[in-house]
Nanobody, 128 residues
């Protein structure tokens, strides 16, 4: 069983920053690719970013490109999502997901892939 735990969400003003974390177990991080997703009430799930297992390449939704950065620390088995210049429309529950049978790539399919494992989510609220 794969376990994913998100943390780092909270309340921030527009223009502010947050860093989310996704800790993976029981395998070491190089075994997993990690995708970040978000979902606001009444909205469909949206792919935000993904970091490839094979070579660590990063991919982003157009809505966050230039503002968000995904990275990984293999020694801590943790993937991070650094979120800068936050906007009210970024408000959502953020989830990380993975699938042992898949690895993300630049074709964009990761954003709609039916992931096998999910974390519990962490709330991000951007408001004055």
């Amino acid at each position: 069983q794969v376990h994913l735990v998100e943390s780092g969400g909270g309340l921030v003003q527009p223009g502010g920053s947050l860093r989310l974390s996704c800790a993976a177990s029981p395998r070491t991080l190089d075994y997993y690719h990690i995708g970040w997703f978000r979902q606001a009430p009444g909205k469909r799930r949206e792919g935000v970013s993904c970091i490839r297992r094979d070579d660590g390449s990063a991919y982003y939704a157009d809505s966050v490109k230039g503002r968000f950065t995904i990275s990984r620390d293999n020694a801590k088995n943790t993937v991070y999502l650094q979120m800068n210049s936050l906007k009210p429309e970024d408000t959502a529950v953020y989830y990380c997901g993975t699938d042992p049978g898949y690895d993300c790539s630049g074709d964009g399919y990761w954003a709609s892939h039916d992931y096998e494992y999910w974390g519990q989510g962490t709330q991000v609220t951007v408001s004055s």
